[in-house]
């Protein structure tokens, strides 16, 4: 087929949208005996946090000297980012013979079907898995849980992070609704871990495990953790569980990351007991370096250090009030004002993603990152005037960072978000190289 021809197939996926269900999944693994019942997995669900989440587990597994793959989306600037074996990004040649092996299979089979991009995303990351001989995959949800296309894994684990509002035109437009697809990851007899949650999102989540015969973890009551210091470079916790850990270092800022990393602990732990084999090799060593050499970008990242810029993909009102916490708790001690630069999707709570950030900042710019989904900076504009407040717009993302550039002084620091295109597009603009960063799925 050809490297053109493989990545023009990919593109033209694309077109299909995100259409939730499992059938085609099962139906392309299939093809390839099975690749997902070759390697161990945790399968890890939520709104907030499960990307890092995932990575945490990941780097302890890693550091732990296991082969571990993990499977993240959506990406900031490189399609490649979304699948890695110890944290290596798969290369652009192995996306595009996967793609070329991946068509020709389904092209050749008695299957009449056509997948969605993130189904055959899916289904290349763990066919990649299997061929690279992971021991352990660490696998995010694209949306929801319960027909996503990840859902084809039987894991030893399952971990379902903080759940609030978001993809509601798929996922239902009560809490209650979305936090039952988000629970729909629950596999009989494999135990769940989660956040504290609100009680109607907890219910749904208790039923669902009782229903399978689930154990059920919850922060707070079967584990916790707490921050002795915090700033701009990390935190320094005590975790408690099973076992106890003091003075844990956690290289990324904010306190929802040392939630984020209990949840990862307690998933290690809960893995480790099942087996006597991998609790030998999971030692306190290997869990104080995965956590410590952590790395995962577009949240609280500093990308530039002059000027200061700070991105963050908060993309729902929950993530915003994450955000405008944190940089009040931790970035305010370091520098003096903020300038803002915000671009959300149309299809977000725009209103409610910048409620509680506009408050925060001294400047405020409104943009749009380069996608057919983006908001116009003039709907953008009208939400923050009726919010009460002055604002400036452009049309462009670079435009937004000379803007910002241009406001900056000695002590302030620009933060953008609002969107992972936003701040995907502002990391290329700086510099960051994109391989395949268009690839990605569309509603």
């Known amino acids: 087929m050809g490297y053109s021809a493989a990545v023009d197939y990919l593109y033209g996926l694309q077109k299909h949208g995100i259409k939730l269900g499992l059938d085609n999944t099962v139906r392309l693994l299939s093809l390839f005996n099975n690749p997902q019942e070759k390697f161990h997995s945790i399968h890890v669900a939520g709104t907030n946090g499960k990307g890092s989440t995932s990575a945490m587990i990941a780097s302890i597994l890693q550091a732990a000297g296991f082969r571990t793959g993990l499977f993240t989306s959506p990406h900031l600037v490189s399609f490649t980012e979304r699948i890695r074996v110890n944290n290596e990004e798969i290369s652009e ?9 991946i068509r020709f299979k389904i092209q050749d089979s008695r299957f009449k079907m056509t997948p969605t991009f993130f189904e055959f995303v899916t289904v290349m990351g763990l066919l990649y898995f299997k061929r690279k001989n992971i021991d352990w995959a660490v696998v995010e949800t694209g949306m929801g849980g319960r027909l996503d296309a990840t859902n084809v894994l039987l894991p030893e684990a399952s971990v379902i992070t903080s759940v609030s509002y978001d993809h509601s035109e798929f996922l239902g437009n009560t809490i209650s609704a979305i936090a039952e697809e988000k629970a729909g990851i629950i596999k009989h007899e494999v135990p769940v871990i989660t956040s504290a949650q609100e009680p109607s999102i907890m219910d749904a989540i208790k039923k669902k495990t009782e229903e399978k015969n689930a154990g ?20 320094v916790f005590n975790y408690k569980g099973d076992s106890s ?16 990393a209990s949840l990862a602990l307690k998933t290690i732990e809960i893995v480790s007991k099942k087996s006597s084999h991998h609790a030998s090799r999971i030692t ?4 104080r370096n995965g956590l410590g050499n952590i790395k995962w970008h577009g949240r609280l990242e500093l990308v530039s250090k002059e000027p200061p810029i700070l991105i963050d993909g908060a993309h729902n009102p929950s993530a915003a009030t994450i ?25 977000k709570d725009m209103r409610g993603i910048m409620a509680p950030l506009l408050p925060i900042a001294s400047e405020i710019i409104l943009t749009a990152p380069a996608y057919e989904r983006a908001a116009s900076p003039d709907v953008l504009y009208g939400h923050a005037i009726s919010l009460g407040f002055s604002c400036r717009k452009t049309y462009c993302v670079a435009d937004a960072i000379a803007m910002a550039s241009e ?11 609002g969107s992972f295109y936003t701040i995907g597009e502002a990391k290329e603009i700086l510099g960051e190289k994109s391989v395949l960063g268009s690839l990605r799925e569309t509603a």
């Open 93 to 101: 040649s192995e996306v595009v013979s996967l793609a070329e092996e």
């Open 216 to 235: 059920l973890f919850i922060y707070g009551r079967d584990f916790s953790a707490a921050i002795k210091t915090e700033d701009t470079r990390g935190s």
């Open 245 to 260: 850990f003091e003075d844990l270092v956690i290289s990324l800022p904010g306190r929802h990351q040392v939630l984020n």
């Open 284 to 287: 306190h060593h290997a869990i």
């Open 323 to 347: 955000l405008a916490d944190s940089l009040k708790e931790i970035f305010f001690k370091a520098y003096r004002r903020i300038i803002l630069v915000v671009g959300i999707m149309s299809d």
């Open 407 to 417: 406001l900056y002084r000695e002590g302030d620091m620009i933060v953008i978000t």
